[in-house]
């Protein structure tokens, strides 16, 4: 089993595990492997080392904003609770899916019952729902939060 550093074109750092490199390419060339917290599949392998203890001596660190955001606590702390905030956001809501302008629109004139819905519009359904002073807020979803976890 291959444990690899991995990052998508967003620079978040994630781990993948695989039986080897060859299923990692060819996991890769398929466009299989996404990003947990983007769902991007524009993925690459970041360099990575075992720990190795030679007499002491330590690299100097790099500067807090340049480092990814697996080794930056900050980050690491903003998508930690933008995590959670989209997982309440699943476990609170109804997924109406791609009739989610519709049934906004339902539940505004009072033609469904109220309730809290989620789902996919086109920017110009967004536009319009908007313009009829119904609230609409964008909030990409991590393909992983959409399906059970394993």
């Known amino acids: 089993m291959k444990v690899l550093d991995l990052t998508c074109d967003h620079q978040h750092r994630f781990e993948g595990w695989f039986q080897s490199a060859d ?9 299989l492997i ?32 340049a480092r990814p955001a697996a080794d930056n606590p900050a980050m690491a702390e903003i998508q930690a ?11 609170n809501t109804e997924d109406v899916g791609d009739k989610f ?9 009072h033609e469904a019952p109220a309730r809290d819905i989620r789902g ?14 119904i609230d609409v807020i964008p909030l990409p979803m991590p ?8």
């Open 34 to 65: 996404e990003c947990p917290v983007c769902s991007s599949n524009a993925i690459n392998r970041v360099p990575s080392a075992p720990r190795l203890n030679l007499s002491g001596a330590t690299a100097p660190a790099a500067p807090e904003s």
């Open 143 to 150: 393909a992983a939060l959409k399906k059970p976890l394993q």
């Open 101 to 109: 302008a519709e049934e906004a629109r339902r539940i505004h004139y």
């Open 23 to 31: 299923d990692y390419e060819s996991q890769r060339s398929r466009r």
């Open 120 to 133: 996919v519009t086109t920017p110009d359904d967004a536009r319009a729902l908007a313009e009829e002073g």
């Open 81 to 91: 609770r933008w995590l959670t905030a989209v997982r309440k956001v699943i476990e």
